[in-house]
């Protein structure tokens, strides 16, 4: 037995609508938005990083090998990248609309 939801697609455009505010940003304020939440994160991951790194866990810290992490870096980068192409076409396929 299927179960139909019903789909409300004006809640969808409110949300759309919320995330916008980045996008009418002048560039350089963007920029500065992206640049502090990038440093935020970075140092929300040192923080965690270095108080989990103790005794027995800091052995296994420095096991992982800093020549993985360009390669991970990419990976990331791509993901990213992908996930960002995807959703704007949905964007602009919605546009049409």
């Known amino acids: ?3 139909s939801v019903p789909l409300d697609f004006t809640s969808a455009r409110h949300r759309c609508q919320m995330s916008d505010w980045l996008l009418n940003l002048p560039v350089l304020w963007i920029a500065v938005v992206v640049f502090a939440a990038t440093y ?6 040192y923080l965690v990083v270095t ?19 360009p390669p991970l870096g990419i990976l990331f980068a791509l993901l990213v990248g992908f996930i960002a192409g995807k959703s704007g076409t949905i964007s602009i396929k919605q546009s049409w609309r």
């Open 40 to 45: 935020l994160l970075a140092a929300i991951v």
């Open 1 to 3: 037995m299927a179960v």
């Open 51 to 69: 108080s989990l790194a103790v005794d027995d866990r800091a052995r296994a810290f420095k096991a992982v090998s800093p020549g993985m992490l």
